[in-house]
């Protein structure tokens, strides 16, 4: 589980995994990168202060490389959710009042498809056991492969979303909606 010292390496973990495809000028990715990354820091030391451990964790992966130190591998987050949207959108699938969402899964590039994420899953699923909650959900853009296939292989399912008029306006890929329901908790 990570800890409040933990904040800064995640949220830099965070910036790095998502904000590479950020488009424009190196100028402008400079600058929008400088102002991501404070608010992501802010924000993680909020998360990790503010809220009560029933519901929102945070665990990292780390390696420990003696002398050196550990190194953070990975990151991810879950927090307890009764979104009425989402809940919606299972609902044809499974029934439930609330669930785990599983948020900002990063992984560094060197240690990706070599079990971090998995077992960082894991942690997750482990989380909502201990929260009783037998139902775990997550967002991820429709581009994204190698994700996909890593949740599905943990057992996710992909909820059919339809696309709305909207999402044609947008550049941006369409986010997905994935969950796992626990069988036993």
């Known amino acids: 589980m990570a800890n409040k010292r933990d904040a800064v390496a995640m949220a830099l973990l965070q910036?790095?995994?998502?904000?590479?495809?950020?488009k424009g000028s190196t100028w402008s990715r400079g600058i929008w990168m400088n102002q991501f990354r404070g608010e992501l820091i802010d924000s993680m030391q909020k998360k990790m202060k503010y809220?009560?451990?029933d519901r929102y964790v945070a665990y990292v992966a780390v390696e420990d490389r003696g002398k050196e130190g550990e190194v953070m591998l990975g990151t991810v987050e879950a927090s307890r959710m009764e979104?009425?949207?989402?809940?919606?959108?299972l609902a044809e699938h499974v029934e439930a009042q609330s669930y785990v969402y599983t948020s900002s899964m990063a992984v560094v590039e060197e240690f990706r498809r070599l079990g971090v994420a998995t077992q960082l899953l894991k942690a997750v699923e482990e989380t909502a056991a201990q929260w009783n909650e037998p139902l775990i959900c997550l967002h991820v853009e429709e581009v994204n492969e190698a994700a996909i296939g890593l949740y599905e292989s943990c057992g996710y399912k992909v909820v059919v979303q339809q696309r709305r008029w909207v999402d044609y306006l947008s550049s941006r890929p369409k986010n997905l909606l994935m969950y796992k329901h626990l069988e036993r908790i």
């Open 83 to 89: 979104k009425q949207d989402v809940l919606q959108q």
């Open 15 to 22: 910036l790095d995994a998502f904000a590479t495809h950020q």
């Open 51 to 53: 809220n009560p451990q």
